[in-house]
């Protein structure tokens, strides 16, 4: 074979491998995970598989320390009803952008609330109506006249409550070279309007993200 076969074969071969490659490159396929698989665990955020765990430790932490006061507060008052918490959402103060898993942690958290017969949650678009009515911001509801305010615009909704409840989504991020470790931090504020008595409970999870071998060497 003379050199310009060779070089033309080579340049065939070249692009035909590059094409290949290419195309491979953006391939997607997806598939329905049943009930018992594991949530895949993202690569580049934190994913189901941090959030689902999260609210789970947290909710039974924070609600399981309260319901024994409730359970033997009924049976001093002869009553069966359960106790109202008004979920005012979710606040992420985290490094990442969490897009749509934002309704989906108020979801999770609220049906876990309701779950526990101990508690009722109120509707969230009675909260959002009411923070809407009083212009009233989450963070401005510690303060004693907007708490009452905003209180008064649910009741009169038919919809008074005996708890807020708040949810913060935190992180913190250690480097070390290209490999990165995030811990996600989820705390439950829950607030007694009657007394002022707040309780605090968190979950953690740390996950670790490594580039792959190929983005290793283009680093060099």
């Given at each position: 074979?003379?050199?310009?076969?060779?070089?033309?074969?080579?340049?065939?071969?070249?692009?035909?491998?590059?094409?290949?490659?290419?195309?491979?490159?953006?391939?997607?396929?997806?598939?329905?995970?049943?009930?018992?698989?594991?949530?895949?665990?993202?690569?580049?955020?934190?994913?189901?598989?941090?959030?689902?765990?999260?609210?789970?430790?947290?909710?039974?932490?924070?609600?399981?320390?309260?319901i024994?006061?409730?359970?033997?507060?009924?049976?001093?008052?002869?009553?069966?009803?359960?106790?109202?918490?008004?979920?005012?959402?979710?606040?992420?103060?985290?490094?990442?952008?969490?897009g749509?898993?934002?309704?989906q942690?108020?979801?999770?958290?609220?049906?876990?609330?309701?779950?526990?017969?101990?508690?009722?949650?109120?509707?969230?678009?009675?909260?959002?109506?009411?923070?809407?009515?009083?212009?009233?911001?989450?963070?401005?509801?510690?303060?004693?006249?907007?708490?009452?305010?905003?209180?008064?615009?649910?009741?009169?909704?038919?919809?008074?409550?005996?708890?807020?409840?708040?949810?913060?989504?935190?992180?913190?991020?250690?480097?070390?070279?290209?490999?990165?470790?995030?811990?996600?931090?989820?705390?439950?504020?829950?607030?007694?309007?009657?007394?002022?008595?707040?309780?605090?409970?968190?979950?953690?999870?740390?996950?670790?993200?490594?580039?792959?071998?190929?983005?290793r060497i283009?680093?060099?």
């Amino acid at each position: 074979m003379d050199r310009r076969a060779f070089l033309q074969l080579a340049g065939g071969c070249a692009v035909t491998g590059a094409f290949s490659l290419t195309g491979c490159r953006g391939r997607q396929y997806a598939h329905i995970l049943d009930d018992d698989d594991k949530d895949l665990v993202g690569s580049h955020e934190a994913g189901a598989a941090v959030y689902e765990p999260l609210v789970k430790e947290a909710v039974g932490k924070l609600l399981g320390e309260e319901i024994a006061g409730i359970q033997q507060a009924r049976f001093n008052e002869g009553t069966e009803q359960p106790k109202k918490v008004c979920f005012i959402g979710v606040e992420n103060d985290s490094a990442e952008e969490i897009g749509d898993f934002k309704n989906q942690l108020y979801e999770l958290i609220d049906a876990s609330i309701v779950s526990t017969h101990a508690f009722d949650s109120i509707s969230r678009r009675y909260v959002d109506a009411g923070l809407k009515e009083t212009r009233i911001r989450p963070a401005e509801l510690f303060i004693p006249r907007n708490q009452r305010e905003f209180t008064m615009v649910l009741e009169q909704a038919g919809q008074p409550f005996d708890y807020m409840l708040f949810a913060r989504l935190t992180s913190g991020t250690t480097r070390r070279n290209d490999d990165k470790q995030r811990d996600y931090l989820l705390t439950l504020e829950l607030v007694n309007v009657h007394n002022g008595r707040h309780t605090k409970q968190q979950a953690k999870i740390r996950k670790g993200y490594h580039p792959s071998v190929l983005g290793r060497i283009q680093n060099y």
